[in-house]
């Protein structure tokens, strides 16, 4: 499988003077500027090679994990001899399919996809169960550092090897001490006297793939460095001792172990990237991992939604099927709705990285170098998109349960499995809570420090925007109500924040609970714009299904309902909890001034869609 056609007939090159014409092409750029609907890319326009690869993911997952072990009511225990062996089984046969090598080169014997293609492969894995995360390690966090980062030399070595699934990457970075502020690690790593290899000394823990790899990129201080550097670790190389598997309240069908190195002989050669690059390098290979957790996330919950529907269409209860019921219809509409918008937002974010690799490829960049920056460029709706993507697979997994009742909490079922393998989603790749700090302290530094961000200029038109809106035939906006609310909520956002800067100043940082209800701010206000220019954009594409329009323009206006109402409560904490008095009012009344209702039905929406869900048998939009 080849991405020529891929790349030739979604997007063109962009060159240097074009993408000066493309301010969007910058992470937070939405806050203060306005996104067109052909800068959009929506799911709607995957080409027919692409569609050929979710299909192909789909029947692996049917055929080598669903009808094997669980319809049959089995799960995979990696603990187990007799699983670890069909595991290794299963990931074989996805190497044949080319699956370990979606980010690798083709030079490199990998599929070379685009970035968006294979975030689209990731949301599609998530069919997989916990075999998603074994091939997840190799394909993301057990490859790129050396994709990114390898010298020629280290490519050529270890990357062929990686994409035919002949070598299991690993990636080991967390320490018992250095979870979140992973350059605390204290694993050593000691030039020998003649000057020809380190001697790696330390502990890693919660290590994916770590059973069954044979190759490891490890992280650790050289000599008595401040920050982190990175190796390409061979198990071969001796000294590594692998502790026993976890055992995990789910992924269980993916190997997690702790590595202990003692005096483990790592030639010089494989220090990847420059000394004391280390923590660069990790941070921005997790930036990659969240996009795709958020597309996991995506792809987990449209399995259990359909999974949902087909059990409401099925169960009868007081002599009706369940899914004739309201409370169950609220439950499928308000599933289909978060979707919708999540995946808005996840492919909006993953084409802007494409299209600013081309951007610096048009720089003389090299490719990786360039496709380095754009993930770096798009960190904050990276951090957006995995918290999003993490709670959502929470939520529909919790909910398809819910609507199986006690059919649910079987282990037969096979849900309390995907409810179990979900929970982890918020906690790897860093925290939920870390990524939503993340994602404001990145913006802020953007906009004080760097001055990469305009947010000075939008912010300060709001008081006089408010002030018009007292003038008598004054109509302060002229679009649709959909887009005075998202407007509105940007609006919110800028003001809060500012506020808030501006009163608690070097304090700001310390208060993490305010910096949390800033964060839900500015994810639901990036999802909510994402989801309405996904539906202005479908408006103007030729041969729209009108019928499915109908429905999804409701799941966009439910969202935004329901959004408005979150800013709300997170503003009203946020404002209760730096200001008082008058001040406090003040803040209060231009909040209630941006958030104005929006008036809608949410149980006439939630029933629509509802409704088409189950006559299509699952979510097919």
């Known amino acids: 499988m080849r991405t020529q056609t891929i790349e030739k007939t979604q997007t063109s090159a962009t060159t240097s003077e074009e993408s000066e014409k493309k301010p969007h092409l910058k992470g937070g750029y939405f806050l203060g500027g ?3 609907t052909a800068e959009m890319f929506i799911s709607e326009e995957w080409n027919e090679e692409q569609q050929m690869i979710t299909q192909m993911i789909v029947d692996f997952c049917v055929k080598e994990i669903h009808e094997p072990f669980f319809k049959r009511g089995r799960e995979l225990e990696i603990s187990r001899a007799e699983d670890k062996v069909e595991i290794l089984r299963v990931f074989r046969k996805a190497a044949e399919l080319g699956f370990c090598g979606v980010s690798i080169p083709e030079e490199y014997g990998g599929m070379g996809l685009n970035f968006n293609t294979s975030v689209l492969f990731s949301e599609y894995l998530a069919a997989g169960y916990s075999f998603a995360t074994t091939i997840g390690a190799q394909t993301s966090i057990g490859s790129l550092p050396i994709v990114f980062y390898g010298t020629d030399t280290q490519k050529a070595k270890y ?10 990457a690993a990636y080991a970075l967390t320490e018992p001490s250095a979870g979140s502020d992973a350059n605390s690690g204290k694993a050593k790593a000691i030039l020998s006297e003649a000057g020809t290899h380190y001697l790696l000394n330390g502990q890693k823990i919660w290590i994916t793939n770590g059973g069954m790899a044979e190759l490891f990129i490890v992280f650790a201080k050289i000599d008595e460095d401040k920050d982190l550097s990175a190796f390409i ?6 000294g590594i001792a692998i502790g026993k598997e976890e055992k995990k309240m789910g992924i269980k069908g993916s190997s997690t172990v702790q590595l202990f190195f003692e005096n483990c002989p790592v030639p010089v050669e494989n220090l990847l990237g420059q000394r004391g690059e280390g923590f660069k390098i990790a941070l921005n290979i997790l930036n990659t991992g969240r996009i795709k957790l958020g597309a996991g996330g995506v792809g987990g919950a449209k399995m259990a939604l359909t999974k949902a529907v087909e059990y409401a269409l099925e169960r009868k209860q007081f002599g009706k099927a369940i899914g004739e019921f309201g409370a169950i ?10 979707i919708f918008a999540l995946e808005a937002a996840v492919y909006r974010t993953s084409y802007n990285i494409d299209q600013k690799t081309k951007e610096f490829l048009a720089q003389d960049l090299s490719e990786s170098e360039a496709l380095v920056k754009a993930v770096r460029e798009f960190a904050i709706e990276c951090s957006i998109v995995k918290v999003q993507g993490s709670k959502l697979a929470c939520y529909a997994t919790d909910e398809c349960m819910q609507i199986h009742g006690g059919m649910g909490y079987s282990a037969e079922a096979g849900l309390e499995m995907g409810y179990r393998d979900a929970r982890i989603t918020r906690i790897y790749e860093g925290t939920n809570d870390i990524n939503r700090m993340l994602s404001v302290a990145e913006l802020t ?15 300060k038109k709001i008081p006089p925007k408010i002030a018009k809106s007292f003038l008598p035939f004054r109509k302060v906006h002229t679009g649709s109500a959909e887009h005075r609310v998202v407007q509105g909520l940007k609006d919110t956002f800028l003001l809060i924040s500012g506020s808030a800067a501006r009163k608690l100043r070097k304090q700001m940082g310390e208060e993490q609970e305010i910096i949390l209800h800033i964060a839900d701010i500015l ?3 990036y999802l909510a714009e994402s989801v309405w220019l996904k539906i202005e954009k479908l408006k103007q594409m030729e041969g729209v299904d009108f019928e499915k329009l109908a ?10 309902y329901e959004a408005q109402d979150k800013v709300r409560k997170a503003a009203k904490d946020a404002i209760a909890s730096y200001a008082s008095g008058r001040e406090k009012r003040m803040l209060s009344f231009l909040v209630k001034k941006l958030l104005k209702p929006y008036e809608i039905n949410p149980r006439s929406l939630g029933r629509n869609i509802a409704d088409f869900l189950l006559e299509h048998k699952g979510y097919s939009f």
Do not use: C, H
Not at 233 to 238: D, I, L, P, Q, T
Not at 445 to 459: F, N, S
Not at 551 to 560: A, E, F, S
């Open 233 to 238: 670790v061979e198990k071969a190389f001796g």
């Open 551 to 560: 429905i999804q323009r409701q799941m966009m206006k439910l969202y935004l």
């Open 159 to 168: 990357l062929p090897g990686i994409a035919s699934g002949e070598t299991i």
């Open 445 to 459: 530094k953007r906009a004080v420090q760097t001055k990469e961000i305009d947010l000075m200029t939008p912010g």
């Open 34 to 36: 306005d996104t067109a």
């Open 329 to 338: 219809k609220q439950l499928l509409g308000e599933i289909a709705m978060r």
């Open 523 to 525: 994810a639901e206000t």
